[in-house]
């Protein structure tokens, strides 16, 4: 973890929830989260974007209670949105307004006084990447000047967090590693806690370093991404290109559970953190393996199982 | 390629108070009013009938001194109008809150009431730029995710309202009064004209008050341009026909229109049909002239029974308010 800020949690809640109608949108969450990059994963329809908008206020909360930053979320919205930054996930521009004069303006809206707010405008303007296209109407925008525009009104107030609701999405290959950049240097180098929201896990592994992954309202794993990937189950598939038979006795010697998948391939449970023991055995036997793939960790785990639950409730 | 440093900068300055985030909003929506083509022209027009206002205030001064140039060119112009100059001048010694007061009260209901049919009009053709934009692209949820709360949004978009109606009703009024008697030949027609300006006031900041919260009711009713601006206008010239037809059937339905209602309450404040009464009573002369003036005309201007006004006025405003709650939400 960075040093930048204290070690304090930077969102509390508890017993959280979230009901539309009869469906539980957020269902008891109750977490602790430090400041850092912190990667809200989940697949469509879990239950982040509401966790991040009861968290700012912009949806009441049914039941729970939550702080950010230390301060109670519903007792104190406008010192609290004072140091918060966040990119909805859908657009948001007001028509008819240059870039810089949005910029401007969301900064004005924060309390900074207009000079200033002109020159951070600016300023998070060329952070973001923009240059003279920021004097044009945002109505004639492309998603990618659209999604740096909402970085650039999102920090542009020099919050201490920032939630950034699917900031890749509908981008190219090229504009989502450019986002994804910027996005990582907000913690990495300048401090601001990062609160990234996604279903792409690929977004989430490349810049997150904390991992909260919901599925329909609960939180399923809250852990740091280095642990999450440290874990497996001690279990591997083999590919061979004959003799499959040979190694399901030798495991068998080992007492390891051994299945041929339809595929051919071999499920061998070796129950240790890395490959090693399966490894020597198969130079023992001297089985030339055409490859070897190790268990998904607890990270691919519990995000299929996310899927799998979401899928199951649809 | 940016040919200066591109590194995030911290901020440590102090935070503007609440009321400034209030004012940038208002700010904000006036600006985009004011673009809206030929709007700012519109505006200006409003200023110009104004100072149009002025110069017949002050050319009617003139009349009530004996010496002025315009007293020398009416007694040039016809013996007539010499008479009538030299009994002004009589009058507004003898009779200064008449030839003043009345006078400048009668004249700021007419020039008032007129005003308010372009600001109604021109407020119709800003009515998107209120509410209804922010919610046909979502901003009411950057809003809300700033150091502003939804009651900051909303007191910012009324200013806006009354704001946009001060800049093409109250200023233009209020620049003709000071003006006109500015111009006057004497000091004392301030203090005679203070009723006029009274009235002004009374009955444009309430007026402009509920225009803008009918005016946020409307905006906020769709996230279309063109139906909340047509919603404003049906509104508005579906209630100017209701008005004459409804006279002689059920006279209640005039007060589906607003603008109805808000003339009921002009004429309350102005006291207009008492000004012309006194007048003709006051000044024989000046009762010789008016009696031209039909009954039927004169009964128009009588001082309504406000209650009906103003409870339409109110069930109008409640609606509003709840349309306000119920479509400007983050969601």
Wanted: glycine residues 8%; hydrophobic residues 50%; positive net charge.
């Amino acid at each position: 973890m960075s040093p930048h800020m204290p070690t304090s949690p930077v969102i509390e809640t508890r017993e959280l929830s979230k009901v539309f109608g009869k469906q539980k949108a957020l269902d008891g969450v109750s977490l602790a989260i430090a400041p850092g990059a912190i990667g809200l994963l989940g697949p469509n329809g879990a239950g982040k974007t509401t966790f991040l908008k009861c968290l700012l206020q912009l949806q009441p909360i049914t039941s729970g209670s939550a702080k950010l930053l230390g301060r109670e979320v519903g007792a104190e919205g406008r010192e609290i949105r004072k140091r918060v930054g966040y990119t909805p996930e859908q657009d948001c521009h007001i028509p008819g307004m240059a870039g810089c004069e949005y910029v401007t303006y969301c900064a004005q809206l924060c309390g900074l006084p207009f000079q200033t707010a002109r020159q951070r405008a600016h300023e998070m303007l060329d952070f973001v990447g923009m240059g003279q296209e920021r004097y044009r109407k945002v109505d004639t925008y492309s998603t990618g000047m659209k999604q740096r525009l909402k970085l650039a009104q999102a920090i542009v107030h020099d919050p201490e967090i920032v939630f950034l609701d699917e900031p890749a999405n509908g981008l190219d290959p090229k504009g989502q590693t450019q986002i994804l950049e910027l996005v990582q240097s907000l913690w990495r180098v300048h401090g601001i806690t990062v609160v990234l929201s996604s279903h792409m896990l690929r977004d989430v592994e490349q810049i997150c370093e904390q991992i909260i992954i919901i599925a329909r309202g609960r939180v399923l794993v809250h852990d740091s991404l280095a642990n999450l990937k440290a874990r497996r189950r001690g279990a591997a598939e083999v590919v061979l290109p004959g003799r499959q038979e040979e190694l399901q006795a030798a495991c068998a010697r080992q007492n390891w559970p051994c299945e041929l998948l339809p595929n051919g391939h071999l499920r061998v449970e070796h129950r240790a953190a890395s490959l090693n023991p399966l490894l020597h055995l198969l130079r023992q036997m001297s089985l030339p393996a055409l490859e070897i793939i190790p268990s998904p960790n607890a990270l691919e785990e519990t995000f299929v199982q996310a899927l799998e639950i979401s899928h199951a409730a649809a | 390629m940016p040919l200066h440093d591109t590194a995030y900068k911290h901020w440590q300055g102090a935070h503007l108070g609440l009321w400034q985030r209030r004012w940038a909003i208002a700010k904000n929506g006036l600006t985009a009013c004011l673009r809206i083509r030929w709007m700012a022209n519109m505006v200006v027009l409003c200023w110009g009938a104004g100072l149009a206002a002025a110069i017949l205030l002050f050319l009617v001064g003139q009349l009530l001194v004996a010496d002025s140039m315009v007293a020398g060119w009416t007694s040039k112009l016809s013996p007539v109008l010499q008479t009538f100059a030299t009994l002004l001048t009589g009058w507004l010694q003898d009779h200064p809150e008449i030839s003043v007061g009345a006078l400048q009260n009668v004249f700021f209901y007419f020039f008032g009431r007129e005003l308010m049919i372009v600001s109604i009009f021109l407020l119709g053709i800003a009515i998107p730029c209120l509410i209804t934009r922010d919610l046909a692209c979502n901003a009411i949820v950057v809003y809300s995710s700033k150091a502003v709360s939804r009651g900051d949004y909303l007191l910012g978009r009324f200013a806006t309202a009354f704001g946009f109606l001060a800049l093409t009703w109250l200023g233009p009024v209020c620049m003709a009064w000071f003006l006109g008697n500015l111009l006057a030949p004497n000091w004392m027609f301030f203090w005679h004209a203070r009723l006029a300006l009274e009235n002004i006031l009374v009955y444009g900041l309430s007026s402009m008050v509920i225009l803008s919260m009918l005016a946020l009711g409307v905006s906020a009713s769709g996230i279309k341009e063109k139906y909340t601006t047509a919603f404003w206008f049906t509104w508005w010239i579906l209630g100017a026909v209701i008005v004459p037809i409804a006279l002689h059937t059920k006279p209640w339905l005039r007060h589906l229109s607003f603008s109805f209602n808000l003339n009921e309450i002009a004429l309350a404040t102005f006291r207009v049909g008492d000004n012309i009464k006194t007048a003709q009573e006051s000044i024989p002369v000046l009762g010789t002239m008016l009696s031209g003036i039909r009954p039927g005309t004169l009964a128009t201007l009588a001082i309504p029974n406000l209650a009906g006004a103003w409870l339409a006025l109110a069930a109008m405003l409640a609606l509003a308010a709840w349309i306000i709650h119920k479509r400007v939400k983050p969601e």
